[in-house]
């Protein structure tokens, strides 16, 4: 059983390039998240998704993008890469309203030079 | 925007020693949940306490969810060098918002053999 798969585990962009990071899912749950976490802080909500063709945005959602097509995958696109954006990014999934709670992925270290 | 403040930043322990993290809020949270997480992976969850004055038990770790639902603590008894990791606390505002997390800043526990 995969859980939520994310990748690539590292990327290198320089500044104003794009780039997608991959997240998908085998536990066929409705809600999905991207967060990313800077060092020494805790996690920060950038987009969510409570099902397939529906997104929201969270917290930081500003120079990102995220679809939706499938149950299965939740892709977060960065347009324009920036310093501010050097972090790690984790995408995570939960079944569904009530008190559940997340599955992470192992992360996507990205450092904008 | 309703904030988790985690208490101490940094604990650093030796072998057989007790230790407690705390987790506090201003705000009233539906649920509270505890997440560890180890270099260069994602958190994974603990447990999720739901009701006011709920205590829960793992093994050595024991979660405390406050009479008001606004903080939660963590205790770790004779803990042990593998419970070395952030420990991360997560609050539910509410029900109907699309679960969202917010996550505290996370305690930072070292314990030395």
């Known amino acids: 059983n995969a859980g939520v798969t994310q990748t690539p585990k590292f990327r290198i962009l320089k500044i104003g390039q794009s780039m997608t990071l991959q997240c998908t899912q085998d536990m066929n749950h409705n809600y999905m998240y991207w967060y990313r976490q800077d060092p020494g802080m805790g996690l920060k909500l950038i987009y969510y998704s409570v099902g397939a063709g529906i997104t929201d945005k969270g917290e930081v959602p500003n120079g990102y993008n995220v679809s939706r097509s499938t149950t299965e995958d939740f892709p977060l696109r960065l347009e324009l890469a920036a310093p501010s954006q050097t972090s790690v990014y984790f995408c995570?999934?939960?079944?569904?309203?009530?008190?559940?709670?997340?599955?992470f992925g192992s992360g996507t270290r990205l450092t904008v030079v | 925007t309703q904030l988790l403040e985690q208490s101490p930043q940094f604990l650093s322990i030796q072998e057989g020693e007790n230790l407690t993290v705390y987790c506090n809020s201003s705000?009233?949270?539906?649920?509270l949940q505890w997440y560890r997480q180890e270099p260069g992976e994602g958190p994974v969850l603990l447990v999720t306490?739901?009701?006011?004055?709920e205590v829960k038990k793992l093994k050595r770790l024991t979660f405390q969810f406050g009479d008001a639902r606004k903080d939660s603590s963590l205790h770790i008894t004779a803990a042990q060098p593998g419970d070395t990791g952030l420990y991360l606390c997560a609050g539910a505002p509410s029900k109907a918002a699309g679960n969202k997390l917010t996550f505290g800043g996370g305690t930072r526990v070292l314990v030395k053999p």
């Open positions: 995570a999934s939960s079944y569904g309203r009530g008190n559940y709670g997340y599955t």
């Open positions: 306490v739901v009701t006011g004055g």
């Open positions: 705000s009233v949270f539906s649920s």
